[in-house]
């Protein structure tokens, strides 16, 4: 889960007042857009939002209307629109950063035929912004857009490790879900763990977010804190020590080439971050 902002906080940093019915709006937008493809009723948003159903209807009809949001033939559930979609599709057309690792995550995913991901640090979540599947395991769908803890992924530990002894706050939500039987949920292990990645110069994710599955995770260091990051995924029946080292060096070569290509961002702030 992303952290709350501390809206007081913010206000104090910026100097500028929050817009409740803008705040509103985007949090309606990102419930809908958290729940995938489950719609759903006015009541379920109002309760989640804690916000009276009558101002959570007069927003929602507007988003209808504008097609942020989309509403079934009985008009009673709703899920997100095709603007957002625009909006998406937006943001990774003009990503400078995409239009680089696009190309080296293809050649690495057809170098080692396993499945390569590219993505960014969102507060507490890692969204995946382009997915390069194996031809050995294809998955019915698209990850790119979808987010996760970054606490339980390789590339979201990767970049966490980053922040350890550098002052930045490290994203780690107070409560710790699992995903999986094998997610790290004790804080000090989950530490401990961010150490040896750190000191290792790379992530591994052993079954934390899917059973059966390892990823390997590596920020990509163009910014300052790193944002970004690139994983391989492996099942672990295809895995052994040699492949391990193959799939590791393989993709730290990779690593390498993106952060030469990369225009370089040393400024020590990110709007990621």
């Given at each position: 889960m992303t952290l709350p902002l501390d809206e007081a906080e913010g206000a104090a940093q910026s100097g500028v007042r929050g817009v409740k019915s803008a705040a509103r709006t985007v949090e309606l937008l990102e419930l809908l857009a958290s729940r995938q493809n489950r719609p759903a009723r006015l009541r379920e948003l109002s309760d989640a939002l804690g916000a009276p159903r009558s101002s959570i209807y007069a927003l929602i009809r507007?988003?209808?209307?504008?097609?942020?949001?989309r509403t079934?033939?009985?008009?009673?559930?709703?899920?997100?629109?095709?603007?957002?979609l625009l909006a998406g599709t937006t943001y990774l057309d003009t990503d400078p950063y995409l239009r680089i690792v696009q190309p080296h995550i293809n050649d690495l995913s057809a170098l080692l035929d396993e499945t390569i991901h590219f993505g960014r640090l969102d507060r507490g979540d890692i969204v995946y912004l382009a997915t390069k599947e194996s031809s050995q395991y294809l998955r019915p769908f698209s990850r790119v857009g979808r987010r996760l803890p970054a606490f339980s992924t390789a590339?979201?530990?990767?970049?966490?490790?980053?922040?350890?002894?550098?002052?930045?706050?490290?994203?780690?939500?107070?409560?710790?879900?699992?995903?999986?039987?094998?997610?790290?949920?004790?804080?000090?292990?989950?530490?401990?763990?961010?150490?040896l990645t750190r000191r290792r110069g790379y992530a591994i994710d052993d079954e934390e977010n899917y059973a059966g599955v390892m990823c390997f995770g590596f920020a990509l260091r163009y910014t300052s804190p790193p944002t970004d990051a690139?994983?391989?995924?492996?099942?672990?029946?295809?895995?052994?020590?040699?492949?391990?080292?193959?799939i590791t060096e393989?993709?730290?070569?990779?690593?390498?080439?993106?952060e030469r290509m990369a225009p370089m961002d040393l400024s020590g702030t990110s709007?990621?971050?």
């Open positions: 507007t988003l209808v209307e504008r097609g942020w949001v079934d033939a009985s008009g009673t559930l709703y899920s997100i629109g095709i603007r957002a590339m979201g530990k990767s970049l966490l490790a980053e922040r350890l002894g550098t002052g930045l706050e490290v994203p780690i939500p107070a409560q710790l879900t699992p995903l999986t039987p094998k997610t790290l949920v004790d804080r000090d292990a989950l530490t401990r763990d961010l150490e690139i994983s391989c995924s492996v099942p672990i029946a295809n895995l052994t020590e040699e492949r391990t080292k193959e393989a993709m730290e070569r990779t690593r390498l080439a993106i709007e990621f971050s």
